[in-house]
């Protein structure tokens, strides 16, 4: 194994156990749910007690939540197992990880939280009820795609020729000083999308690079594990589809090969027409016909009242509330970054963009929820971080100043502390309350179920960030899985026991690199 890959896994294992030991091992949201739901009737080869063939349909299990006389075109289940709305690639993550609970008993049904250990029992008995099986799912899931996601951001960003050092101090970046650590947390399909979207990427840089058809191949089917997992995966499959026609086109300028460019988009192209294939085979399953639900549909044809596009947009970058440069700082260096990648490779500087816009355009312009309710900063822009993180590798490749140094570990130090606040508590629930009440919290400003109050998005005093602060200061009640089984002793010796040696590997490996040269 080359030193590259060497210090790629090193990053990798580094992050995988500050994300398991920062981890709460619980579910955070009812779309979390409803996977879950659907994973574990495919692990256990068994369908809901109370699925009824002929008679259950999408959400069956939840009819105080969808009744059948208000959600009437809920397509009856042909198959008890698969009676769910969950996208396809997102529960087969997840079998895995109950099947192996299941017949290997790691989390047993003791190492579960019980009344005593937080003040509010409904919280208890929502959140930390779940299965063992679930709870491993939890624990291990998030934090492995997030690693994941780490471990390909590395060598993504090492196509852009940024060296070694420069790829590991923005690698770490992006997994410790973005909400990258946050919702490792989660079971979320935004978590694993990324993992996708970052491998189709890195094998699409290859293709320009090497010219090779075969990681063209591998790009389409990474990027088409993409779509299955999350659906507006198409907007960056949209953008790297036109990108690849214009590239074609490019590199044939002077005597266009109508066979070789149709071979190369299509070697692009077929793997997603697949992925599609198996999509709408998993719906008409399910259903006896192409219908499933999509988030595009879904989030695009909700009732409401839209917001104007430029309000959306500053909310999603700027706001107090959930503004991905309030709660990740270091991105505030992407003006200055993108500046200098556009003097090195415009072509680089146009796809980078592109993706970026297009989740922008798409989210600011369309959709009604587009603060993404209770969810920590503006979790639809989640894919989107990788993008605008890499031209700062370009960046630490100039002459800085001492001054640049000390604001680059700033912003990257308070991107680290609002992941801190996030992961050693339930902000979803401890700063916002339960959901449709009125009782405590930030949803008690809302107007009714599925309503924030404009206030926590765009002042400051009722941001849930400004709120979060003040909780973990002033009633911090600790929602970390392994510290409450092991104990504080226990649980530091062994993180600390895994940390040290990695960091120390970590800094032998780039020294041995400088010595090289």
């Not at 809901?48 to 959400?59: A, T, V, W």
């Not at 624990?139 to 090492?158: I, K």
């Not at 016909?289 to 959306?312: D, K, M, R």
Request: glycine share 6%; charged share 15%; net charge neutral.
């Amino acid at each position: 194994m080359n030193i590259e890959r060497k210090i790629a896994l090193t990053l990798f294992c580094i992050v995988f156990v500050i994300f398991v030991f920062t981890n709460d091992g619980h579910r955070h949201t009812f779309d979390e749910e409803v996977t879950l739901r659907q994973a574990t009737w495919i692990a256990t080869l068994t369908p809901h007690p109370d699925f009824k063939l002929g008679e259950s349909r999408e959400y069956f299990d939840y009819p105080e939540l969808y009744p059948v006389w208000q959600f009437p075109d809920f397509q009856l289940c042909k198959v008890g197992i698969l009676c769910s709305s969950s996208y396809p690639g997102h529960f087969i993550i997840e079998v895995p990880f109950l099947f192996l609970n299941e017949n290997l008993n790691i989390i047993s049904e003791d190492d579960i939280w019980d009344s005593n250990d937080f003040d509010d029992q409904h919280y208890v008995w929502w959140r930390n009820s779940l299965p063992s099986n679930a709870v491993f799912m939890e624990l291990f899931m998030g934090p492995l795609f997030s690693a994941l996601s780490v471990f390909l951001f590395f060598f993504v960003t090492r196509s852009f020729d940024v060296t070694l050092k420069n790829s590991i101090i923005v690698t770490l970046l992006y997994g410790l000083s973005t909400i990258t650590w946050a919702y490792s947390q989660t079971s979320l399909n935004s978590v694993p999308v990324i993992t996708f979207i970052l491998l189709g990427f890195l094998f699409f840089r290859k293709y320009q690079k090497e010219n090779s058809i075969s990681n063209l191949i591998i790009s389409g089917f990474a990027f088409g594990l993409g779509f299955l997992t999350r659906v507006d995966s198409l907007l960056i499959i949209s953008v790297m589809f036109l990108f690849l026609i214009a590239l074609v086109i490019y590199k044939n300028r002077s005597k266009l090969k109508l066979f070789g460019a149709v071979k190369t988009i299509l070697s692009f192209a077929i793997p997603l027409i697949i992925s599609y294939g198996f999509f709408q085979l998993i719906n008409y399953v399910r259903y006896d016909l192409a219908h499933s639900y999509s988030g595009f549909t879904n989030i695009v044809s909700n009732p409401g009242v839209f917001t104007p596009f430029p309000i959306v947009l500053f909310g999603l970058l700027f706001s107090p509330g959930l503004g991905i440069f309030v709660f990740s700082p270091i991105l505030f260096l992407v003006i200055i970054s993108f500046s200098d990648l556009y003097k090195k490779n415009k072509g680089d500087f146009i796809l980078l963009l592109g993706i970026i816009l297009s989740y922008l355009i798409f989210y600011a312009g369309f959709v009604v929820y587009w603060h993404g309710l209770s969810g920590w900063s503006a979790r639809y822009l989640l894919s989107v971080i990788p993008f605008l993180l890499i031209p700062l590798g370009i960046t630490l490749g100039r002459k800085l100043t001492k001054r640049s140094f000390i604001i680059i570990f700033t912003l990257g130090a308070i991107g680290v502390f609002t992941n801190i606040i996030y992961v050693v508590q339930d902000v979803n629930w401890f700063v916002w309350g339960l959901m449709g009440s009125s009782d405590h919290g930030l949803y008690s400003l809302h107007g009714g179920p599925l309503r924030i109050h404009p206030l926590t998005i765009w002042s400051f005093e009722f941001s849930q960030l400004t709120h979060a602060i003040f909780m973990a200061f002033n009633h911090l009640q600790p929602d970390i899985y392994l510290l409450k089984v092991l104990g504080v002793s226990i649980y530091s010796t062994i993180l600390l026991g895994f940390l040290i040696p990695l960091w120390y590997y970590l800094i032998r490996l780039h020294r041995t690199v400088i010595i090289k040269k």
